[in-house]
């Protein structure tokens, strides 16, 4: 299997110990051979988004911008209307399901 699930709010972690899994998590996973992650980081309860969310996915986005990983999608903008997810779908058909629900809990990443 290409995908690998990585659940950052699992044990209730701190925002530190949320990024330090994330970080550890995506490097085991680049070594196991894995081509695509599904992040689940959860909205937060404050329903603007928590901040477990918010820095996840500035740091991704670094990585994009720094060619580390090569792309990011946000679940709520996961769908066939964008063209990235599209992409992402030929590549990986078990994102299926994904396209048909918008998830702000979620980022699918491309390693």
């Not at 992409?87 to 078990?94: A, I, T, V």
């Amino acid at each position: 299997m290409n995908i690998k699930e990585i659940n950052l709010e699992e044990g209730m972690p701190t925002c530190d110990e949320a990024m330090d899994r994330l970080k550890s998590e995506l490097k085991f996973a680049k070594q196991s051979k894995y081509k695509c992650v599904i992040l689940v980081h959860g909205y937060g309860s404050s329903g603007k988004g928590g901040v477990i969310r918010i820095k996840s996915r500035q740091w991704l986005n670094a990585q994009v911008r720094n060619g580390k990983i090569k792309a990011v999608v946000n679940g709520e903008d996961f769908n066939i209307l964008n063209s990235k997810a599209r992409e992402l779908r030929e590549k990986f058909p078990e994102l299926e399901n994904y396209l048909r629900v918008t998830n702000h809990g979620i980022t699918i990443v491309e390693l």
